[in-house]
């Protein structure tokens, strides 16, 4: 029987094996299909404390990784598809059918960036293409941008980005907004940010350049196709949590982010930790720091066990 597990190995899944680690509690932490997380999915973060000159988000999970099996932490590859979490201990199912016993269980696995799914969009991913503002944004400074959507994600990704980008072309596929009074406002009035109404992407364009180049557009309500130039496109139709495995197990709002209170879940021993319990701040930092709530909680826990 397991004392921690940890399921994830972005920020706050490592930070918690880093903290559980130090405690002694030799956690077990389950690396998925994408180890690291969303910032394997970004070049350089420019925003994690302590990299004066900013470091590149793989090498940054890669220092977590190790940090944390300098103390003894243990990886074990493995998707993992059930869980049941009725009581002690509380058991986990992997894809091979492995069925893991832990005492706690600390939940950290992400979210995903929804993208519209296109090849064009795919094969341009990292080259222009990117679901990030505050961590792409950066490396498109005083050059034409676009955002796709219309709810609250776009309109902060646009905001964020018309303090950098020439100019930022709002895409949305109908011609009202979703988005909160008060961010549609602040997104209309900004001097910087156009709106594309009523308009899809049919292709991210400049795949043979190897770089954004510019977007075909088409005007859903008369068929018409333009073309928009653009260096970048950043995708802000919403995130997802990774949450399946647990549904009907364990608390979660309508999107299916887990509801943690101080990263408790409902379930005794089961915490949650990073974006999938936060749909607001998203940020490594803040990630990482639900990380350490996460594993300090099943510490306390754990003691209160006696073990
Ligand atoms: P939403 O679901 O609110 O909005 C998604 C937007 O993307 C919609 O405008 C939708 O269009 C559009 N969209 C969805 N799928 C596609 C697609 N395949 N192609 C083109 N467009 C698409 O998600 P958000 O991430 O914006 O917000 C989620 C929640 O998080 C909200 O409750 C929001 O208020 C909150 N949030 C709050 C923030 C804040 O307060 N600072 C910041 C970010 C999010 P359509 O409108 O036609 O459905």
Redo the contacts with the bound molecule.
Sequence with gaps: MEKVVIIGTGPAGLTAALYTARADLAPLVIEGIQPGGQLTTTTEVENYPGFEEGIDGTALVTIMRKQAERFGTRYQSGDVTGCDFSGRPNKLTLSSGEEILAETVIIATGASA?Y??LESEAKLMGRGVSACATCDGAFFRDVPLAV?????????EALFLARLASKVTIV???D?????KI?AQRAREHEKIDFVWDS??EEVLGVDAGEVTGLKLKNLKTGEFSELAVSGMFV????KPNTEPFKGHIDMDE?GFIVADDTKTNAVGVYAAGDVQD??YRQAVTAAGTGCMAALEAERYLESLGQ
């Excluded at 796709?148 to 902060?156: F, H, L, R």
Aim: aromatic residues 0%.
């Design positions: 929804l519209l799914g796709i959507g219309g709810g609250d994600t776009a309109m902060e949305h596929r109908r009202e907004l979703r988005a909160s961010m899809g992407v802000g139709i919403g995130h999107r749909h607001v």
